[in-house]
């Protein structure tokens, strides 16, 4: 398993941004698919954006064309960019990984280390 720390959440007004971001530890980074999953009071944890090696990528429908998930290998690294957001995005959001060189099942159950979460508020 890898070691993940989240930073970047906070406060912010609907129709702000934020930038999440999650460095992984060890030298093998590459070999992970990274994602976001997030959790509000109450609900379910649900997946948010998963992102391979070579940048391929997927989305929730929820978050598409407002979220862009991005990494650098360099730095063991991976980003949520958020734009345009919503009060119903107000959650914990957690970096996750998983062994694998493509991305793919977008289940909490597919990812097996998770950092500690971060807090995204929103205000309406």
């Known amino acids: 398993q890898v070691q993940l720390v989240e930073s970047g959440g906070g406060l912010v007004q609907a129709g702000g941004s934020l930038r999440l971001s999650c460095t992984a530890s060890g030298r093998t980074f590459t070999t992970y698919v990274m994602a976001w999953f997030r959790q509000a009071p109450g609900k379910e944890r649900e997946f948010v954006a998963q992102?391979?090696?070579?940048?391929?990528?997927t989305y929730d429908d929820s978050v598409k064309d407002r979220f862009t998930i991005s990494r650098d290998n360099a730095k063991n690294t991976v980003y949520l960019q958020m734009n345009s957001l919503k009060p119903e995005d107000t959650a914990v959001y957690y970096c996750?990984?998983?062994?694998?060189?493509?991305?793919?099942?977008?289940?909490?159950?597919?990812?097996?280390?998770w950092g500690q979460g971060t807090q995204v508020t929103v205000s309406s």
């Open positions: 996750a990984a998983r062994r694998g060189l493509v991305v793919g099942g977008t289940k909490s159950a597919d990812f097996n280390s």
């Open positions: 992102i391979n090696w070579r940048n391929g990528s």
